[in-house]
């Protein structure tokens, strides 16, 4: 019989290498199989087989070394007590287990530190071309900006994205992003014919001609078993379920209407992705020989996959094995230990979440990428990374993840994040802050020693109300009032010193940095050293994070826009932006415009978190340089210097108060003169002068095109003697010609960009 393409995982971790030898994969290291292995058929076995082995040992690894972290860290920014902690305990339920939100705090600020220096002016990231010095590169460029910064406005949700990134590197040290292209279609209600998704398509396989045979197993037949329940007269919530979902898909289809065409950026949970601890710790992303990511997916969603035929079609039974999962600690810190929201169960099991994984496995020095329904069952077949139509646009070597940091700690894939090095410290400020409660709380309610077996009120004496009457029958001797001492100043001059341990570990400027350096802030000199110094080491978590996920996800989502970017109306909104054809006379942007390797900046370094010092900064920068190089003067930006200063004042842009007011077309105004106005001679002369200008670019550009045309005809004559000749093919003939043409536009679109500058042919 033939054997299933769907691999049943039966196998623990340990068993791994048995089951190779069983199947064949003795060698898997240099890619061949032993002489047994000769008789069996490849199937789907051997790809599974190494995800599985990928996702168990990364998953050991985790939790074993990371997991136990990650919750603690969680449950510090969120103002609780870590798992494990000793206020959980019984010893401590009467006791007072307040939690010190110093970690919480401290987010915060960096958040609000973040926000200010990427996001107070309208152009929070600056694109220039490689090539900047040739006229059509810096089109190039400009077009680049103007687009990205559209899709980060308007379709890319960037700024709630940038901060829920940050938030995790500060918590946990590490943030994981997938990029691409979003594409969905969403239709109108139609009639079809009702598809079978048991039905398989026997020419698919992992070899050509391969056939296909749904697997049978077991836990089929006990979910199967227990949709019945032993019925067999009365319709089970189960079966009525699927009965709907029949009648649903019965009668409706999905026409081709387009919901999302964007760029996207997707934070992906660090519990949810594994990757190799032996990866080079600068770039984990690329040089990890795997990169497993659980994905929660609805089992509608999955199916609808599976009737676009992108995945393979899987019974609901089968789909069910991949709805449980392990449970995950971190997962529900996070959620401050609410109901896993990844683990409800519906009427409709089409609204059930089961765990898919894209898996990305290095072989042969080839990223290979296909999905598993969690280690269950092969989804899709295996192709390279770059062949795959999400990832087109990756560059040889790279990776649609980006892994970045807010603190660098050499040789080590997961750092300590910043709450994590401030952990010790919270749970010191929190001790004491108990201890210091339950004393005040003794000094105010002090505690009474009764005699065993005496005859006293115990609850009148519990309750303690003023005003209150308790019987006994000898005051003196059945109760004693203990007197603990009242808290002392040590205590608070303690918290103080922990308090600026903290602040000074994470970067923070407070009340108590002040008070425990008496001798700095008696002086202004001295207070604005010590915010000096904790603006530093707030930008420098910062800036780590700007250069390790910023900068290279901003990189990606350039080159998805260079790839798949479709959208006429958005190009020609930013054509007119521009005002291309005005300045360079290019009608419509076409994909060539946006091509090419573009260089990143992001409106975010040391002292923007300060607004005062940003501009303090600028007015003495500039002017030392005007003062050192006057000639600099001519040559600088206003617009763009009014920005940054409206920008560091809290004013995102300064049309509000400075309104553009360019004409449409430039040179249709005549340049105004200081002397006096111009008369109507002066007019005359100048229309004069401007037409000559014009008929003469004109006929420059007749000469080009015709130039270019006896060019690509002489070319194409040559060709096509040689194909006469029988020295090239029909398939070369029509690639010369495709890129005769593409070379004449490209060259007649850049000749009319120097006409326009007026730097000459």
Known sequence: MAQSKFYD?????????????????????????????????????????????????????????????????????????????????????????????????????????????????????????????????????????????????NTIPWATTVIGAYQETLNLGIVISHQAWKYEEEGEPDFFDEIDYTDTDPTRGTDPGEGYTPPKDQQEELIKGDETGGQDSAMTAQQESTALTSVIETEFETKNEIVHDTPDVELRPCENVRFSVAADWRDPANTSPFIVDQIPMYIDDVKRKARDGKWYPLTEAQLLVGVTADYSSVRSQRESQREDSKDERHLHRGFDTVWVHRNIIKKNGIDWIYYTLGVHYRLSEPVPLRQDPDYKWLRPGERPYIIGYANIEAHKNYPESIVGLAAGTQQDANVLNNTRFDNVELSLNRRYIVKRGAMIDYRGLQRNVPGGVTETDDPNNDVRLEAPPDVTASAYQEQDRINADFDELVGMFSGSSVGSNRQMNETVGGMKLLAGDADALTEYPMMIFMITWVIPVLKQLIRLEQHYESDGAILNLIGEDLQLWQKYGIDRVTDKWIQGSMNIQVAANFGAANPEQRIQRLAMGFGIILQMAPALAQRLDGTELAKEIMGALGYQGTERFFPSQQPDVPGTTPPQDNTGEVTEQDQAKLDQEQGQHQQKMDMDERRLAFEELKHSDNMLSKDLERRLKGEITDKQLMETLERLKVDRQNKVDEMKIKLRNGTGI
Request: net charge positive; no cysteine; hydrophobic share 25%.
């Open 9 to 153: 995982a039966q196998h623990s971790p340990n068993q791994l290498k048995a089951d190779a030898a069983m199947h064949g994969f003795k060698d898997i290291e240099r890619g061949t199989n032993s002489k047994e292995s000769d008789k069996q058929p490849h199937n789907d076995d051997y790809w599974l087989m190494i995800a599985r082995d990928a996702f168990n040992e990364s998953e050991n690894y985790y939790d074993s070394n990371v997991r136990k972290e990650h919750e603690r860290n969680l449950a510090h920014f969120q103002s609780r007590h870590a798992p494990g902690s000793k206020y959980y305990k019984d010893a401590y339920k009467y006791r007072h287990k307040s939690f010190r939100p110093k970690t919480r705090s401290m987010v915060r600020r960096q958040e609000s530190a973040l926000m200010k220096s990427m996001f107070s002016t309208s152009d929070f990231v600056t694109v220039k071309a490689a090539r900047s010095h040739h006229p059509s590169h810096r089109v190039s460029g400009d077009i680049n900006q103007k687009l990205l910064q559209y899709r980060l406005e």
